[in-house]
């Protein structure tokens, strides 16, 4: 996840990907030479397509503040499973500890990031979804991992932040303490759970979806999670059609409490606190009036 690097804003922003750096040390560790092309559009830390000196083309990410070992039993091991179904998760080619970090590329999936996400798109998406269900039973050393509603996570879903900006967001961190005491920290399961499934790292191709990326939070738990995200995630889709968001408030309206308002708490907290380090006071007002509506009662 994210770490913090000082800027001039009140709080600490992530720090982003420098690929040039770490394609360097990649390497100095393993003696394999990348050439950075650019980088991956959206996402807010941050991805980088590479290309080997024999013309192979792959995605480059980094994930700071975690061990080899630690990323192959959890993220790795995720995608690892959901592949093995024939699910279009990105090959891992090489992951390489750099440090306190590591550095992982991946396959090149086709296609680009859904920009807007129709209904034909959704009933796509929601199909792979469907497919995150079970999809780990019997893999119980792949690890959960919490939702820090109790406490700051790490470099995200910080508490501070919030708890400081204005009397509406330290209500909001309040409301969020309140879910994971009455529901606890982490959503028990054996779905396989993406961690930031949104349109951003969904991939598509003349109407046909051909991937999802970026599965670096990737856990065992409850797939509901993911739900939940792909519901923050149309929030900032101005033209999306309204018939996208009722198909998927209608499904989450179907998920149980249990599920519904820890997993709700998780994303509302996220943005808030994501939004207030790196977003226009607007762009926060907008994302505390869809957590506040279904955090009440």
């Not at 054996?190 to 990737?218: K, M, S, Y």
Request: proline share 8%.
């Amino acid at each position: 996840m994210p770490r913090m690097t000082t800027s001039p804003a009140p709080w600490n922003r992530a720090e982003r990907l420098d690929p040039t750096r770490i394609t360097a040390a990649v390497h100095a560790a393993t003696g394999v030479r990348y050439v950075v092309e650019g980088p991956c559009p959206g996402g807010e830390v941050g991805a980088a397509y590479v290309r080997r000196d024999d013309g192979h083309r792959s995605v480059l990410t980094w994930r700071p503040g975690i061990a080899p070992a630690e990323m192959q039993a959890g993220p790795l091991a995720v995608t690892e499973a959901l592949r093995e179904t024939g699910y279009p998760a990105p090959a891992t080619e090489l992951a390489v500890q750099l440090g306190d970090d590591v550095a992982v590329v991946q396959e090149l999936l086709p296609g680009s990031k859904i920009d807007l996400l129709t209904p034909e798109l959704l009933e796509q998406v929601l199909a792979l979804r469907a497919r995150h269900v079970g999809a780990l039973e019997g893999r119980a050393t792949i690890p959960g991992r919490p939702l820090y509603l109790l406490s700051s996570g790490p470099g995200y879903c910080l508490h501070e932040p919030p708890l400081a900006h204005s009397t509406r967001t330290a209500a909001l961190v309040r409301r969020v303490r309140a879910i994971g005491e009455e529901y606890g920290d982490e959503l028990p399961g054996t779905d396989a759970v993406h961690g930031d499934f949104h349109p951003g790292n969904i991939l598509q191709a003349d109407g046909l979806v051909t991937g999802v990326v970026d599965w670096d939070g990737a856990s065992r738990g409850d797939a509901g999670l993911d739900l939940v995200n792909l519901r923050f995630g149309v929030h900032p889709q101005k033209d999306v059609d309204p018939a996208v968001v009722h198909r998927i408030d209608a499904l989450l309206d179907g998920l149980t409490p249990s599920v519904l308002r820890p997993a709700w708490a998780h994303l509302s907290l996220r943005m808030a606190d994501w939004a207030i380090r790196h977003f226009p006071e607007a762009e926060l007002t907008g994302w505390l009036e869809l957590a506040e509506s279904r955090l009440s009662g």
